[in-house]
């Protein structure tokens, strides 16, 4: 009977078909395998070695996930007891393949190769960053009606940031704006990126102008955060410009952007927090997000208060409707005691 290590090394062999299999929403890319996450959904953040001494690892650059082949076949198939994750290893090693893999190089760039862990160099591109008043991402926010942006130390600009198309393999360096992704105790575990075009004019003009970096999973962007002192009231959103445009409005309420759906639905949950307003997007993942996250709020003894948008998001409205119009629709959504202690009389 083969070991755990012996069945990932078979896999590893096959990799293509491993990923053809379980990934199948995803494509070749020279000697990885590129897709959008273990749940098989289109994009771009997890990759797969086909080929090389790293065959068969994985890691995705958003989630800071990674692992063997075993470990995709766990996740892909939502397996929890180890001894079902070997019967379908087995199961898939016994199939007949319909055609072969495809001859494979040794590595290559077509992917950075990940030589450090990615919370490590999360903080070292977080090092390289200036502060960002005055800067072409304090103007990027200016123009999307976010004027305070300069005055969250986890907001930096990096003025010539490293951007590889993984689909083309061409390389560029671009202004962006660098966001810090922290855990409970403050320490920078990731960042996130949005590339900026040179002219001023929005987003960098690329396939992907937006990206993570590093360990996400239940850590997040904060937002006039104390990190020593204890949080009872406080907000958590998906999007960064999203919970951006709320703090604009309530400055004095904690805040954090969990980035997606799926990292909010995992944010960990502040010790002494008594209620927790869940700015959710309009759409579906917004809702998944939103309703995973309360329940998670109501097993802890927090109250989940729901804000919701009238456009898709709090920057839409912020931007079409204006400070004034979101502030009262802020009002009537917060308790009495938390609409006095955070939004301007």
Same mark, same amino acid.
């Not at 990799?15 to 299999?21: G, I, K, N």
């Not at 995803?26 to 395998?33: F, I, P, S, T």
């Not at 994985?58 to 082949?69: I, K, V």
């Given at each position: ?13 096959d ?7 379980y990934l199948?929403a ?8 590129i897709v ?6 289109e994009?771009?953040s997890l ?10 690892k ?12 075993l470990?995709?076949?766990?996740e ?24 072969p893999a ?6 290559t ?6 030589d ?6 999360a903080?070292r ?5 200036e502060?960002?008043? /005055? ?10 009606g976010?004027?305070?942006?300069s ?6 600009f990096h003025?010539?940031?490293?951007y ?26 990731g ?5 900026? =075009?040179?002219?001023?004019? /929005?987003?960098?003009?690329v396939?992907?102008?937006?990206r993570?970096? /590093? ?7 904060r ?9 009872s009231?406080?907000a958590?959103?998906e ?12 400055p ?28 959710a997007?309009?759409?579906a993942?917004?809702r ?9 709020a ?5 109250l ?12 839409? =409205? ?7 119009r979101?502030?009262?629709r ?12 955070f939004?301007?009389?």
């Open positions: 009977m083969l070991s755990a290590s012996e069945l990932a090394d078979r896999l590893a062999r990799a293509e078909a491993v990923c053809r299999h199948s995803g494509r070749r890319v020279g000697n990885y395998w959008g996450d273990v749940a098989n959904n994009g771009r990759y797969v070695h086909l080929a090389g001494p790293r065959a068969g994985w890691t995705d650059a958003a989630s800071g996930q990674y692992g063997d082949l470990d995709l076949v766990r892909t198939r939502r397996l929890i007891d180890f001894r079902d994750v070997v019967a379908e290893a087995r199961h898939f090693l016994s199939l007949p393949r319909s055609q495809s001859p494979l190089r040794e590595d760039d077509d992917v950075p190769p990940v450090r862990p990615a919370w490590e160099r903080r591109l977080f090092r390289m960053t502060p960002l008043a /005055g800067t072409l991402a304090d103007r990027y926010l200016r123009q999307r976010i004027l305070e942006g005055a969250h130390p986890a907001l930096r003025p010539s940031c490293y590889r198309d993984l689909v083309s393999g061409r390389t560029m360096s671009i202004p962006a704006l660098i966001a810090a992704v922290t855990d409970p105790s403050g320490a920078i575990t960042v996130h990126r949005t590339w900026i =075009d040179p002219t001023g004019d /929005g987003k960098a003009k396939d992907d102008p937006r993570a970096l /590093g360990r996400l999973l239940g850590n997040a962007v937002f006039r955060f104390p990190v020593s002192a204890r949080v009231v406080m958590a959103g999007g960064l410009e999203s919970m951006l445009s709320l703090s604009e409005v309530m004095g309420m904690p805040m954090v952007s969990a980035l997606t759906a799926n990292h909010l639905a995992a944010f960990r949950l502040p010790v002494g927090c008594q209620r927790l307003y869940i700015a997007d309009a759409d993942a917004g998944h997000g939103l309703e995973a996250l309360s329940r998670r109501q097993a802890a003894r927090i989940p208060l729901v804000l919701a948008p009238e456009l898709g998001d709090f920057n839409e =409205d912020l931007r079409q409707l204006g400070p004034e979101l502030s009262a802020l009002r009537a959504e917060l308790t009495p005691e938390d609409a006095l202690a939004l301007p009389a």
